[in-house]
């Protein structure tokens, strides 16, 4: 066994472990993704506690993985361990890796699928799983060892073998090897093909026998074409995302007996919402997360944690049993029966009352709060024992540890707002592509009914303009629950979602997940906007975004980073909805942007050119027929030329994005591995689509990204490269 079970995960970190040395024997090569950049985080506290030296090698594509091999690797004896985090679990390792015997090679990756090379066959090779090999891939198991190994559970079977009729292992060598892709499959095609050699019956053979033999090879050459044929279809079925790479690290430092900490149970939660707010699992894979993150909350916060529980619907949102004005209704007698969400926002904004509802159970994590305080720290019955009216005239002193209670994680009813916290009301809707797509604000109605909705909520414009931090309490209290009263009158529904906040104490802005995941993001590509601040920000855009992790000066200049690429990404999505710039095909949706002006180069990255692509998807989503709502996206982005001599040969970046619920076509084999945890039955064709493409229509392309559906394509080419793509979608 080469992959790791989730229950053992502990096993593979023990190998790292016992073949350390004194000098950094560790090699670290992390994808430039903010789900990679928390499990690194988490990762080096368990090395810095067992006093093992390491060194950190961002990468953002396979080529950069097969450069370094020589020089990190071949030419460093040292080294005795290496580990990939979010890349290369859908390549055959040692395609890019040379594998010393004494080398160790952990993969924690969220790509899927697998290959199965790396967790089936190289025992150098640790995968964790998720659960989806232990639970879904048995049977692919089996095939892949039976074409791997040949069955010789019989002597005759395996004399049949020797004679020629299956086929031979040399031909079965390269099968599989590859990340899925048309070369792989035509490598299992052509092993699957019979021999057209003719055999000569032995003449002093039974013809009963001759018979039963000649069935029997028949019987076997059928079960070998049918492994052949689920391999196939696994790696045909789509690439999709299985569980955080952070998630994945903290219960891997929970197995060391780490105790979480409020650090990394933080990191894996941003980890895992950044899957979230890119689309990379569906509502039900989020519903697990934050099912397994608010009990990892409760563990370091007990404080924090809320008696009430979200009760999710298929899309992923909260929502009441009962409309919102019932449990509104001041005028009623008895407190009228509310939702999970309902409660979690009751108990969330502080309404006096309510807590006397909550049944008090004995199963409830502890709370400090409750207990009884004593005498000489009851600072109310100090002050009225010494005649006082304030700590200053009793002579009494605040105690810092008050302070220090602020810094905590806790569960939250967010509004889909982007960066809501840190910028004023208005500009966190106008910005914010839930709102955008639904009141379509690129129109002059579409303006109007934003500021309509606005003054529903309560405020005027001036507060509606003014930074959120400094509203009213009672406003920002009334926001909330307003929101979730009247947008259902604007198309929004589900403008309130399950999420976490975490405090940094008195001085400085709460901060949710999904607004450090943005900021995160933003760092990861500050060379394309860090010019027109000054940020002084010296280190990369990775090791920013890495000491953002745990420097909030250095995650200030994120969300500063962040707010201007959300201006980018809605203003550049808006003028190409008023231009008409998206042309809706039979099977798919296309996107192209123009020639590099008004700042264009910041989507030659994917990340950006995504929440360029996603933004634009779900606004054409709400204003199209039904027949056309769901349909795939395809999006080009110009990249910025590296020298003046490279402007007549341009690139664009391609990338490729299904819907989470896009209809796919029915599995060529039922298997239990067409369905995962975390992304359902969703899977992204584009990958092997775009390889086949290309080969066909002789275009200059550039893949090995370690997203597959991801790639570079010269200008002059994309003419072709489209025209062949309509043909194959």
Known sequence: ?????????????????????????????????????????????????????????????????????????????????????????????????????????????????????????????????????????????????????????????????????????????????????????????????????????????????????????????????????????????GTYYGQSCAISTLMLAEQLGQPPSLDTVWWAIVGATSQQLLQLIDANGYTEVVRRMREMVRRVCPSAASAAEFRLDPAGMARSAEPADAALDSSSTAAPASSSSQALLDSQLGIPGLEDNVPIRENEPFNPYLNEIPEEEDEAYLRARAGASTNAEAGLLTSSKNVEQTVTISESAELRFLLLRHWSLSKAMQYSPYVATRLATWSSKGRSRLDLLVAKLGLSRVEAQAPYLHLDPELKKQLYRKMSSVGPDYNMPDALYPGFVRDYGWRKSRMSASDMVLALLALLQKDTWAGEFELHINTSGFFAAYDALSQYSMLRAGIQGAQHLQQLVVGQGLQMLERQAVKTLRTFRLAILGDLENQLHIFGSPFALRQLALFLMQTLRERSKSAHARLPFIIAGPMPSESPEQMGTEKLLVLGITPLDYPLVQPRVAAPFNRSQFAGESRNHFGMVFEQVANECGADVKRGFFDSSVMEIGRSDVSAFVDKLRRHL
């Not at 992959?3 to 024997?25: K, L, Q």
């Not at 030296?53 to 005795?80: F, H, W």
């Open 1 to 237: 066994m080469v992959y790791v079970p989730s229950t053992r995960y502990e096993d593979a970190y023990r190998r790292i472990v016992d073949r350390a040395g004194t000098a950094a024997s560790v090699l670290l090569f992390v994808a430039m993704d903010v789900d990679a950049l928390c499990a690194l985080r988490i990762l080096t506290t368990l090395f810095k506690r067992d006093s093992i030296g390491y060194k950190i090698v961002p990468v953002s594509n396979y080529s950069e993985i097969a450069s370094m091999n020589q020089t990190l690797i071949v030419q460093n004896p040292q080294i005795k361990s290496v580990v990939f985090l979010n890349c290369t679990a859908q390549i055959d390792i040692q395609d890019f890796v040379t594998l010393r015997e004494d080398l160790n090679i952990m993969v924690i990756d969220s790509h899927r699928p697998f290959n199965l090379y790396n967790v089936f066959w190289h025992e150098q090779v640790q995968c964790l799983d998720d659960g989806d090999v232990e639970a879904n891939m048995q049977d692919l198991r089996v095939a892949f060892e039976n074409i791997e190994f040949g069955d010789s559970s019989s002597g005759e079977e395996s004399s049949d073998e020797s004679s020629g009729d299956e086929v031979s292992s040399q031909e079965l060598e390269g099968a599989g090897r590859k990340r899925g892709s048309s070369e792989m499959l035509e490598d299992v095609a052509k092993a699957d093909r019979p021999q057209q050699r003719r055999r000569k019956r032995r003449v002093d053979m039974d013809p009963e026998e001759f018979l039963r033999e000649q069935q029997r090879r028949a019987e076997r050459r059928e079960a070998r074409a049918e492994q052949q044929r689920l391999i196939q279809a696994y790696y045909s079925q």
